[in-house]
Nanobody, 123 residues
């Protein structure tokens, strides 16, 4: 049974930092592209960042470029999202996801999803 468990969410003031983790089990981790998505209240789910199986290739949405960094540790079967210079508009539930194909920014490319962790940025 595949499980993705996010942690590290919380409340931070604008300009602050948070680091999210997503621990995976039940899958051959190094064979999967990993992604982070987020969903704010009343809005559709939005792609944030993704990383290839080896970690050698990453993509991210323009709004987080230069502020968010996605990394992975295949030995620890964990993917991370380091977030700096947080803004109130970053407030959302953040989800990690695992997909069996090439790196992608669409949710349909990801077969497995975590339950999410809340990130709240106060102004």
């Amino acid at each position: 049974q595949v499980q993705l468990v996010e942690s590290g969410g919380g409340t931070v003031q604008a300009g602050g930092s948070l680091s999210l983790s997503c621990a995976a089990s039940g899958l051959t981790f190094s064979h999967y592209t990993l992604g982070w998505f987020r969903q704010a209240p009343g809005k559709e789910r939005e792609f944030v960042a993704a990383i290839s199986c080896s970690g050698g290739n990453t993509i991210s949405v323009d709004s987080v470029e230069g502020r968010f960094t996605i990394t992975r540790d295949n030995a620890k079967t964990t993917v991370y999202l380091q977030m700096i210079s947080l803004k109130p508009e970053d407030t959302a539930v953040y989800y990690c996801a695992a997909g069996g194909g090439t790196i992608a920014s669409v949710g349909a490319a990801y077969a497995y999803w975590g339950q999410g962790t809340q990130v709240t940025v106060s102004s």
